[in-house]
């Protein structure tokens, strides 16, 4: 036997069962997501506080440390690269970016693996030991810094050095590599804490963007639109056609069936009637002023009705919606993992990603924002 609700409705039952199936999917995948990154931000504030490097860690390495020297870390597979057009590069800087865009394997146009060795990060050098010979950065004389975004390379510009080269690192390995160089450089330069500082308001902004549960759909929030296809946008569509329809009709030439001139040449004309006297202009009458009743109503600006008040004329921006804001909306299926502000897409869907650079990304854009 089919489940109804209190009111007997099979159809209201089914929608509220899919409505919360659909919550509860998206829910869980923005939670999945925010628990990735906010295990490897803590992942990597572990490692900048507990990083000190140690001479033992330098122990059967082909490198010979100078008194007072500590091994962070070593990378096995590594290759020298060259570049063939020298460009200025930026000074090294201490920006963290725990989750960088993936890059793919193959250096960039323009730089060419010259060797194969390993990759050493000491608290004084980048040092390149490979099979022929060895290549040194030392960060006191290092005057530019860039890791390539796309591809797993990161280029050194140093004093004594008029060609820049610099290091290819495995894909898997780039994100920790370019960490553990900004640890060192930011020891170089006694600013580790800053370091430290920056991972902190990471992990606090991070924690203000945790998703927040979605409230359980009920068969008495079930719509008449929700058995239509295509639901509010279906009806919409229906209402205007309705309108505009009739308009056209009525504005287009009736046809004319064959023989009807001759009808009309046959047809005698009209006699004219003698004019009408005109009859005396009546006085007006004053008006009756307005009552309060006929007061226009609450003016939303094209928002449709809501308990919540929300409106496209201007205002706040919405970042942490009504629960009950998918009952008035159509919200998009992703909607619960939005991370901006309250958003009408050009589709006539609702999302929470406004301000953001993929804002109502496969809804053909922002149309506007929505305001409380």
């Known amino acids: 036997m089919a489940e109804t609700d209190s009111t007997g409705s099979t159809w209201r039952y089914t929608w509220a069962r899919k409505q919360n199936e659909r919550r509860q999917h998206t829910y869980r995948e923005a939670e999945a997501a925010w628990r990735r990154r906010d295990d490897e ?15 033992a860690a330098g122990s059967g390495l082909p490198l010979e440390l100078v008194p007072g020297e500590l091994v962070f870390r070593a990378w096995p597979a590594a ?24 890059l793919r394997l193959r250096p960039p146009d323009g730089v060419r693996p010259t060797d194969a060795g390993m990759a050493v990060i000491t608290n004084r050098r980048l040092v ?11 960060y006191g004389r290092m005057t530019g810094l860039s890791h390539d975004p796309a591809a797993p390379v990161s280029l050194v510009q140093v004093l004594d050095r008029k060609q820049t080269g610099g290091l290819l690192l ?32 990471l992990i ?26 295509g639901g509010r946008r279906t009806v919409a569509v229906a209402a205007a056609l309705t309108l505009v329809v009739p308009a056209v009709l009525l ?17 005698p004309a009209p006699q004219r009637s003698a004019a009408p006297k005109p009859k ?41 919606p009504d629960h009950r804001v ?39 854009g922002v149309r506007r924002t929505i305001f409380t």
Not at 128 to 138: I, K, N, T, Y
Not at 187 to 193: K, L, P, V, Y
Not at 221 to 227: G, S, V
Request: hydrophobic fraction near 35%; charged fraction near 25%.
């Open 128 to 138: 390149f030991v490979g099979g022929s010979g060895r290549r040194d950065w030392a």
């Open 79 to 102: 290759q020298l690269v060259e570049v063939r057009h020298t460009a200025v590069l930026p000074a090294p800087d201490l920006t963290v970016e725990p989750h960088p865009a993936p």
């Open 170 to 201: 495995p894909a898997t390995e780039a994100a920790d590599f370019r960490f553990v160089l900004t640890l060192a450089f930011a020891d170089a330069i006694e600013q580790r804490d800053t370091v430290l500082a920056q991972l902190d308001e």
């Open 251 to 267: 504005d287009s030439d009736p046809p004319v069936r064959p023989g009807s001139e001759v009808a009309a040449a046959a047809t």
């Open 41 to 55: 931000l803590r992942r990597l504030r572990g490692l900048a506080a507990d990083l000190r490097g140690s001479v």
């Open 326 to 364: 998918c009952d008035h909306f159509d919200c998009v299926q992703e909607f619960y993992s939005g991370r901006g502000y309250l958003v009408l897409c050009k589709d006539g869907s609702v999302s929470l990603t406004g301000g953001r650079r993929n804002a109502c990304a496969g809804h053909e």
């Open 204 to 229: 606090a902004e991070h924690d203000q963007t945790r998703p927040f549960r979605p409230a359980i759909a009920t068969p008495g929030q079930a719509r008449i639109t929700a058995r239509v296809p």
């Open 280 to 320: 005396p202009a009546a006085k007006p009458r004053p008006k009756p002023a307005p009552s309060r009743s006929a007061e226009p109503a609450e003016q939303r600006c094209g928002a449709p009705a809501n308990p919540m008040g929300y409106d496209y004329c201007g205002g706040q921006r919405i970042r942490r």
